[in-house]
């Protein structure tokens, strides 16, 4: 794996996310993908070759691994980091073409035409827009995988012992698990992570609506406010005119002579 490319992801992703959306990518990188690259493919790695069973029918041990572990956690966990990652990747995607636009507008035009997007990386706009979905897209990766271990692992543990009588077992066999107390401490250790990752991405949503909604009765209040003050003084300059000529009347000269 080539670290210098993901850590320029990495950094374009932080540069354009929110506080929130930064703590998100810590805990992924720190406690996702660093567990699962360091510790959990090794814990893994000898899942098929120590699940023993308790006889010699050839194919009865392939046949009750295969019922008890449908997909394994590590393929399980790395696709769902692929899948998690992709929407962050998607926003700098999006910050991209929006400075490509800006320099052939500027090429185009000139650099004294006016600018497209003064600041690309801003979330107005289709951007805002984009950003917003890949908060909702993540929470609804993590909520998908989360149900899909709870499917096909009960209470996200592995027991001890699992008894088989599929064929060609010839009868119920007792098949053991390779250390299946550290692969459930791994297990709710990477689901404790994924439901705060949906935490944090719900608040960060949360917040973009809130930060939004504040923005947009900011800007009507000022709108109101400067019509209100508008036709205050439209209805402020005909009652002067009136009063002077009320005073003053044309044709009407001082009874004091002028020196």
Known sequence: MNWGVFEGLLSGVNKYSTAFGRIWLSLVFIFRLLVYVVAAERVWSDDHKDFDCNTRQPGCTNVCYDHFFPVSHIRLWALQLILVT???LLVIMHVAYRKAKEQRHRSAG????HCMYPNPGKKRGG????????LVFKAGVDVVFLYIFYRF???????RLVKCEL???PNVVDCFISRPTEKSIFTLFMVVITCVCIVLSLIEATYLIGKRCHECLQASSGDSCRHSQDGALSHAEPADTGGTDALEPPG???PYPLP
Not at 127 to 134: K, P
Not at 153 to 159: A, E, G, K
């Open 110 to 113: 000139g650099d004294d035409r």
């Open 127 to 134: 951007l805002w827009w984009t950003y917003l979905l890949s």
């Open 252 to 254: 009407n000269p001082s």
């Open 167 to 169: 064929p060609p077992c």
């Open 153 to 159: 692992y009960r209470n996200y543990t592995l027991p």
């Open 86 to 88: 992709c929407p962050s």
